[in-house]
């Protein structure tokens, strides 16, 4: 039973890895990218990088005192892209087998729309990260709003969601889903405010240990 229940736990552990490489292989495409490599080889090296780590399980070595998954990811990287990149294969990489089912042409092109920055390498994958969180939280508040009905109210609110309301104040949306001005001022107040705990959800499958959660949230969004 004991062996069961240990399958049972790897596997679990196994589909959660496969779905955090899946929602955050964006920031490894773009700094891959980012670092002079061509869309199609950024490609296959984004898609080899996540194969080896899976089959070596490598990420179940990382210690846990020091290795969010954020930066754990970056430093496996380096070493990839120093060392292993450089084997020449006669199949595609990955074994000819997608091991994540990503959007290629929706890859390059957040990578294109990414702004110009001088920062460091580190400091711009973080970047890239927070936005990828922000995205999952976006998608998952969204989602929310469309399962309890209020796909309305969620696209009128949605543009002040990090804006002030402007000169006109809130009028123009307030009629256009028919709510009073105070109505409408709290459905921002708590689209902003359950916003910020889908991102703290996002932050915390990301680290080794909830008390990490405040000093990634502090790290990545200065909150």
């Known amino acids: 039973m004991a062996h069961v229940k240990e399958g049972a736990a790897s596997a679990e552990a196994a589909d959660a890895l496969n779905e955090l490489c899946t929602l955050y292989w964006r920031p490894i495409y773009a700094e891959i990218r980012r670092r002079g490599h061509a869309t199609a080889d950024a490609q296959d090296l984004t898609q080899e990088f996540f194969a080896r780590m899976l ?7 990382a210690e846990r005192d020091k290795g969010r998954f954020r930066t754990y990811l970056l430093g496996a990287l380096d070493f990839f892209l120093v060392d292993e990149w450089r084997e020449l294969h006669a199949q595609k990489r990955g074994g000819g087998a997608l091991m994540l089912p990503f959007d290629e042409a929706t890859g390059e092109a957040w990578f294109q729309q ?20 922000m995205d999952r ?24 969601l990090s804006v002030n309301s402007g000169a006109d104040g809130y009028a ?22 359950r916003f910020r705990h889908c991102v703290r959800e996002q932050v915390e499958l ?18």
């Open 137 to 160: 939280a976006l998608a998952c508040l969204r989602d929310e709003y469309d399962a309890s009905g209020r796909r309305d109210v969620f696209a009128a609110v949605e543009p002040y």
């Open 55 to 61: 089959r070596r399980e490598a990420f179940g070595k």
């Open 114 to 133: 990414l702004p110009a920055s001088t920062s460091s390498p580190a400091d711009m994958f973080d970047q890239n990260w927070a936005l990828v969180l």
């Open 172 to 193: 123009d949306a307030c009629e256009a889903i028919g709510l009073t001005p105070q109505a409408f001022a709290v459905a921002v107040h708590r689209l902003r405010k």
């Open 206 to 223: 990301t680290v080794a240990e909830p008390s990490d959660v405040d000093a990634e949230m502090k790290h990545l969004f200065g909150i």
